[in-house]
């Protein structure tokens, strides 16, 4: 080695001894960097795995709170590893979860059963509102040079267009759902359908046009799709909530999905893609459940049909009213009851009461079920739900597939506030609104007893000639008033 290379190795060792402080510090910073990068993508993994377990566990009654409890875990993961993965600080991630925390714990207190519908229909909405906000943050800050631009501008689009329809739509469908005035009637013009299809063409052309990350056409593109929620959600009637709630359910995960792509997230893709997919697949059961299509729902208006009978046509002369004194000496001796609950109930908060009645029953050794419509109430699982709080057991729930065949062999089924489920006109009659709907048989059972208010129409707007059968009992009032007076007559027989 001469001279010169010599020189040049000892002023090389002597600027490693001057930097090794600085050496060590970067190296520690990429080593570090790369370790909670690796963390974080960990934690997002495990949030995913709790994701598909909490959807598998809600596809049974018996699972479906710890389901929810996993959801929420990993939902909770996957936040708390974002935010620390971005540098937010401890005390404001504390303070995230405590003012949450307690707006849960609020709502869970004071909402009502009856008025869980809305509450979905809102969390849709919060969930279409963020997924906008997740991805206009996005467009003002500018295309990232981690990102394929041209991706992240088509998902910025995508995300702004579903999740503002998602938004406005589920804000509509809780105020229809709340029975508020302005929402109560579906509400549509002459050319509505068309109206329709040029802003969804807008707003797929707004979209296509964010591929060159300009930005400037994502305001117009969010205000054209709340327009378009609104006037895709107005139309509808309140008994086709449940299969909008779902569909809404369904747009709010494909927002989230594609606010993903735009901020590079994958657990969030992942979950967004699940709510997605599972409330698509929950919207063909309950369109399945009513037998009407998907377009037909969103595009047609549910009414009664312009030759059908009148009220006073099917019910003169022919309702038999009962008292609770009557029913406790019907049921007397029999072998086997089913239950139909429906919105009524819930609007009477008499699930308890229902359980108690149940239980006098099965006292006396009477065989207890429950038949449960998809569409019974006003989202799907409302009657589960429902029943689960009164604590029924999870076996005696039948579904209408499982329990309609065996009517025939039921002593006497107990409707409680249930009317469109159970209408046998959508099996004699095709020019009904519900012909065709699949309704749970009640009508094949030996006796027949209808708990309601009156005799009003369901959602349809439609008569029920079982109120006027041969075989049917009519005891009016309210639901939780005429179970209680049934039960004091039970027992005092």
Not at 312 to 319: A, H, T
Request: net charge negative; proline share 5%.
């Amino acid at each position: 080695m001469n001279k010169n290379q010599l020189a040049v190795l000892e002023n090389f060792i002597l600027f490693a001894k001057a930097n090794t402080t600085e050496l060590e510090k970067a190296a520690t910073e990429v080593v570090g960097s790369a370790g909670r990068e690796q963390l974080a993508q960990i934690g997002y993994l495990v949030a995913a795995v709790l994701f598909i377990l909490g959807i598998k566990g809600m596809t049974h009654p018996r699972t479906a709170v710890r389901g929810n409890l996993l959801g929420a875990v990993g939902m909770f993961l996957a936040v708390l590893v974002t935010l620390l993965q971005q540098g937010v600080s401890l005390p404001v991630v504390l303070s995230g979860i405590i003012v949450g925390s307690a707006g849960g714990m609020v709502l869970a207190k004071r909402v009502q059963m009856t008025q869980m519908p809305q509450l979905v229909a809102l969390f849709n909405a919060f969930g279409g509102i963020a997924s906008v906000l997740v991805a206009g943050a996005e467009v003002l800050k500018g295309p990232s040079p981690e990102t394929d631009g041209v991706v992240a501008g088509f998902a910025a689009g995508i995300a702004g267009l579903i999740g503002a329809v998602t938004f406005s739509g589920s804000m509509v469908a809780a105020g229809k759902l709340q029975e508020l005035p302005q929402f109560k009637k579906p509400w549509s013009f002459d050319g509505l359908q068309i109206t329709n299809l040029v802003l969804l063409c807008v707003g797929l052309l707004l979209v296509f046009m964010m591929v060159d990350n300009s930005g400037w056409e994502y305001f117009p593109l969010v205000l054209l799709a709340l327009l378009l929620g609104v006037l895709l959600t107005l139309p509808i009637g309140g008994a086709d909530m449940p299969v909008v709630i779902a569909l809404l359910n369904s747009y709010s995960g494909l927002a989230a999905a594609a606010a993903g792509f735009v901020i590079s997230n994958n657990v969030l893709i992942i979950a967004g893609s699940l709510v997605g997919a599972s409330g698509l697949i929950l919207t063909s059961i309950m369109c399945k459940a009513m037998n009407r299509s998907l377009s037909n729902v969103l595009f047609a208006k549910m009414g009664p049909a312009a030759e059908g009978p009148a009220a006073d046509e099917v019910y003169e002369g022919k309702i038999k009213r009962t008292s609770p004194e009557e029913l406790a000496m019907l049921l007397d001796g029999v072998q086997r009851v089913v239950i139909v609950p429906g919105y009524g109930l819930a609007v009477a908060q008499a699930q308890h009461i229902v359980r108690d009645l149940a239980n006098l029953l099965e006292a006396d050794g009477v065989t207890v079920e429950y038949a449960i419509h998809p569409v019974a109430g006003r989202m799907p699982g409302h009657m589960n739900v429902l029943l689960a709080e009164a604590d029924v057991p999870y076996e005696q729930l039948k579904e209408m597939d499982e329990i309609n065949p065996t009517f025939s062999q039921c002593d006497v089924a107990i409707v409680i506030g249930a009317n469109d489920v159970v209408n046998p006109v959508a099996n004699t009659d095709p020019t009904s609104p519900i012909a065709g709907m699949p309704i749970l048989d009640v009508s094949e059972a030996r006796t027949v007893i209808v708990i309601k208010r009156s005799l009003s129409p369901g959602f349809a707007g439609i008569p029920n000639p079982l109120f006027a059968a041969d075989n049917c009992l009519m005891l009016f009032g309210d639901g939780k008033k005429a179970l209680t007076e049934l039960v004091s007559a039970i027992k005092e027989g």
